[in-house]
């Protein structure tokens, strides 16, 4: 079955950085875009970012540009989001998930992982 695990998160002061990772399997990793989202405390999911399933094209949500890279490398079956400048704001669950339609940019999801917590706190 698909099973995406996440890891890298953690208690990081503001203007930090983290490297997550989802170690995905259960399915062709190579055939599907994924992408990255985020909930915070009492906050509904949100769409952080998405990668095609080549790694050619990626795409942000305003809050996070020019600050988070998303990448992918196929044959580890693994995704990546590198994220600096965090703020207090950035503070949520990150999730990595499959978009049920394929496209990167997708905010509707058949599969995700169980999260991983980043705090950031001075």
């Known amino acids: 079955q698909v099973q995406l695990v996440e890891s890298g998160g953690g208690l990081v002061h503001p203007g930090g950085s983290l490297k997550l990772s989802c170690l995905a399997s259960?399915?062709?990793?190579?055939?599907?875009?994924m992408s990255w989202a985020r909930q915070a405390p009492g906050q509904g999911l949100e769409w952080v970012s998405g990668?095609?399933?080549?790694?050619?094209?990626?795409a942000y949500a305003d809050f996070v540009k020019n600050r988070f890279t998303v990448s992918r490398d196929n044959a580890k079956n693994t995704l990546y989001l590198e994220m600096n400048s965090l703020k207090d704001e950035d503070t949520a669950v990150y999730f990595c998930?499959?978009?049920?339609?394929?496209?990167?940019?997708?905010?509707?999801?058949?599969?995700r992982g169980q999260g991983t917590q980043v705090t950031v706190s001075s």
């Open positions: 990668i095609t399933y080549g790694g050619s094209i990626t």
């Open positions: 259960g399915f062709t990793f190579s055939d599907w875009a």
């Open positions: 998930a499959r978009p049920s339609d394929n496209w990167y940019r997708s905010t509707t999801y058949d599969h």
